[in-house]
């Protein structure tokens, strides 16, 4: 028998990373493929979300820059406990260099300053956060 607090819960965050997504989409004009798991929170979807990006586009660049896979957390705990050390396993077991890691969740005791400049610079060839390709976001995109 199902819980119906935790189908509910798991509707819930589906909904909120369909938009975010869609509203990066429109604001970024970038091309993003969803996945359309139940729980994108454990390591299984991770690990499978990490290797395909990693297969299709590891090593290649874009307009000078290495693509990026952001990875959307319900929260400061969830991204800190759950999905960055999940990411961080990945990566190193794929051989990826784990500064290719960015969080930014908004509070200043997990992101400082240097990943804020970090993150306002994914895009701006030649700087350090471009070299960002895994960024781990809370409430971001809104």
């Known amino acids: 028998m199902t819980d119906p607090k935790k189908d509910t819960k798991d509707r819930e965050a589906t909904k909120y990373y369909k938009q975010r997504i869609d509203h990066a989409q429109k604001k ?3 091309t993003l493929e969803k996945f359309n798991e139940r729980s994108v929170k454990n390591e299984e979807f991770l690990k499978n979300a990490i290797s395909i990006f990693w297969e299709r586009y590891g090593g290649k660049t874009y307009e000078n820059l290495p693509p990026k896979l952001a ?7 969830e991204a800190t406990d759950v999905v960055r050390p999940c990411v961080e396993k990945i990566l190193s077991d794929l051989n990826i260099p784990l500064s290719t890691i960015l969080v930014n969740t908004g509070d200043s005791t997990v992101t400082k300053d240097e990943d804020i400049r970090n993150f306002n610079n994914l895009d701006v060839v030649g700087t350090e956060g471009s070299k960002k390709q895994f960024i781990i976001l809370v409430e971001k995109g809104r």
């Open 28 to 30: 970024y004009e970038k």
């Open 71 to 77: 990875i959307f957390a319900a929260n400061v705990k």
